[in-house]
């Protein structure tokens, strides 16, 4: 099983739209949680963490379910602007406690906004 | 606001050759990463350097090297350039090892023929 894992897509969702992905991880020493955003031939670009009770930035949200281990993006209201692969990415220790670990990258989950 | 800058954008080399693909940061972060991506397969650390003075391995680290020559400059190294090394190479750094966000530069696009 893959460390981090997402749904490659693509979804392809009309302008205005509710979208939603999710994410799984299998290491329960994971620690923290993050989407990054990628633009076709351009570089992963941080959007937003995600936090255990959940964060809001405008017309997205980020959830974090520590039990299940999986982390979910809704996008509300798609703007075709808002077309890119959106990537799922995890930190992890290596040792309990320590601060030596690792970002794993998930593939991305393709988004596609039609008019 | 340059932020991470990698240079070249595009490199073609031949099976054999060698290389360095080089990145500089002006945000006066601690650490680098070198990263390749390529089609299906998410972002893999190929090396990193915690801070000045120091590199380690990352998770595909095989047939590279890496400089960190002071804080702003980190340079990969392909030493004799193979067809599998074709990729899109990423530089990145952040204040603090592994501390969100990573900064990336926009890319070089090495094919190996």
């Known amino acids: 099983r893959k460390e981090v894992e997402q749904d490659p897509g693509p979804f392809n969702v009309p302008e205005g739209a509710t979208v939603a992905f999710n994410c799984t991880y299998s290491?329960?020493?994971?620690?923290?949680f993050f989407w990054y955003r990628q633009d076709c031939r351009k570089e992963p670009k941080l959007l937003m963490s995600?936090?255990?009770s959940g964060n809001e930035d405008g017309r997205f949200t980020a959830q974090l379910n520590r039990a299940s281990q999986y982390i979910s993006l809704l996008i509300r209201d798609s703007k075709l602007s808002d077309s890119a692969t959106y990537l799922c990415?995890?930190?992890?220790?290596?040792?309990?406690?320590?601060?030596?670990?690792?970002?794993?990258f998930g593939k991305g989950t393709k988004l596609s906004v039609k008019p | 606001n340059a932020g991470v800058t990698q240079t070249p954008k595009f490199q073609v080399l031949k099976t054999g050759q060698s290389m360095t693909l080089q990145c500089a940061q002006d945000?006066?972060?601690?650490?680098m990463y070198w990263y390749r991506q390529d089609p299906g397969m998410g972002l893999r650390l190929i090396y990193y350097?915690?801070?000045?003075?120091?590199?380690d391995k990352g998770e595909v680290p095989n047939g590279y090297n890496v400089s960190r020559l002071n804080k702003r400059e980190f340079s990969l190294r392909l030493e004799s350039a193979a067809p599998s090394q074709t990729s899109v190479y990423f530089c990145?750094?952040?204040?603090?090892?592994?501390?969100?966000?990573?900064?990336f530069g926009n890319g070089t696009r090495l094919t190996v023929t």
């Open positions: 990145a750094s952040s204040p603090q090892l592994y501390n969100s966000p990573l900064h």
């Open positions: 290491n329960s020493a994971s620690q923290s």
């Open positions: 995600v936090y255990s």
């Open positions: 990415v995890v930190f992890r220790t290596m040792n309990y406690g320590g601060s030596q670990g690792n970002l794993i």
């Open positions: 945000m006066n972060h601690n650490s």
């Open positions: 350097s915690a801070s000045e003075g120091t590199t």
